[in-house]
């Protein structure tokens, strides 16, 4: 798979996740995510996509922890989805970077994961604000959906 142009590096990670989906499937797309969210995959792996196309010029010019791809991976499956990710999303709420559980928690908002709401419910007491605040705003969407 061809790197992103420097236009396609530009765009938002919404519009760059989209084109690759675009490219070569929102399935393959959402596959990759979730195995780089669990670390099957290296974020350097030839055989998948350039990290570039989910961390943007952010990964293009390495940002030097490696919990980033992990957080880029769980933001593309804001924006492409195949149920087989659940498992992976629901893996990151006990990731030890703060990011990647608030942004699992996003995802599980988005994608109204129910199976989710036991570790949303101990992720209220996590240290990092911003993760609580994630898992609040997750639980409020899942449970008023039911």
């Known amino acids: 798979m061809e790197e992103p142009s420097t236009s396609e590096i530009e765009m938002s990670p919404r519009a ?18 979730a195995e780089l969210l669990t670390g099957a995959v ?17 990964a293009a010019a390495d940002p030097g922890q490696d919990y980033w791809f992990r ?3 769980a933001r593309g499956l804001l924006y492409v989805w195949a ?17 990647v559980r608030e942004m699992c ?5 988005r994608r109204a994961l129910r199976r989710a709401e036991p570790v949303l419910a101990h992720l209220l007491d ?13 639980l409020t969407e899942i449970t008023s959906e039911g």
């Open 16 to 33: 760059r996740t989209l084109l690759l989906a675009r490219r070569i499937g929102s399935d393959a797309v959402a596959d990759w995510c």
């Open 126 to 138: 996590d240290r990092v604000a911003r993760v609580r605040a994630a898992a609040e705003s997750a």
């Open 83 to 99: 149920p087989t990710a659940e498992t992976a999303v629901l893996a990151g709420l006990h990731d030890p970077a703060w990011r």
């Open 42 to 58: 290296a974020h350097k792996d030839a055989t998948r996509p350039s990290i570039n196309w989910l961390g943007g010029r952010h």
């Open 105 to 109: 928690a996003k995802v599980v908002r």
């Open 71 to 73: 957080v880029w991976a």
